[in-house]
């Protein structure tokens, strides 16, 4: 019962958002720019969570961000009100990361991406100087693992597992069936689990 309480308060709170999303976007689209601010207050910190972990630098990922919002705005007279938002915004995120990505590899290679608080941060937790190494070295083996997954695999690990969507918005902003996002990810476990463990000598 209580997990049906907790899905049923996810599900309430998600169409509560739905809403404001599509309220904004009308908003915007009559003129009024502060209502598209809204939007960006409430989808900035997930794009630059993902685009960190695409892209491996916080001022790459910022400048990122910005360039998805702005692509976003001019797209928006061509979105459809009755579909949603969210995943429709990831789209564009994810489009543009993927043409941002391959420059990277095109210039200097794969970029491995740092996982986890900066390093000032954990002196301001309090961690013991050995402590926080140990798990500086964890994030950096995670990361290193995760950033050797067939970009396929590595895209969905990262909606599903880090930015916390759901299925059905996962497979709508890859734009592949919701059986393909289930296999995806099964896989993408798996050899998650085989790299950590040829790491660590296991």
């Given at each position: 019962m209580e997990g049906l309480a907790k899905e049923s308060g996810n599900t309430r709170e998600r169409r509560f958002e739905e809403a404001s999303d599509l309220l904004a976007i009308q908003e915007t689209l009559r003129g009024n720019r502060n209502a598209f601010a809204q939007i960006v207050e409430r989808y900035t910190p997930l794009l630059y969570s993902l685009a960190f972990r695409m892209l491996g630098r916080g001022e790459e990922a910022q400048e990122a961000v910005q360039e998805i919002f702005l692509r976003a705005y001019r797209a928006l007279p061509r979105f459809?009100?009755?579909?949603?938002?969210?995943?429709?915004l990831y789209t564009i995120a994810l489009n543009y990361l993927r043409t941002v990505a391959r420059?990277?590899?095109r210039r200097r290679g794969l970029r491995l991406v740092r996982l986890g608080e900066e390093l000032d941060t954990v002196a301001d937790r309090g961690e013991l100087p050995a402590a926080a190494a140990e798990r500086e070295d964890g994030e950096r083996l995670a990361q290193e693992a995760l950033a050797g997954l067939p970009p396929l695999y590595r895209e969905v690990f990262l909606l599903r597992e880090v930015e916390g969507l759901g299925v059905r918005d996962t497979a709508e902003a890859l734009g592949?069936?919701?059986g393909t996002v289930k296999v995806r990810l099964?896989?993408?476990?798996k050899e998650l689990v085989r790299r950590l463990a040829?790491?660590?000598?296991?």
């Open positions: 459809r009100l009755e579909r949603r938002f969210h995943p429709w420059r990277q590899r592949v069936p919701e099964h896989r993408a476990r040829g790491m660590m000598g296991s």
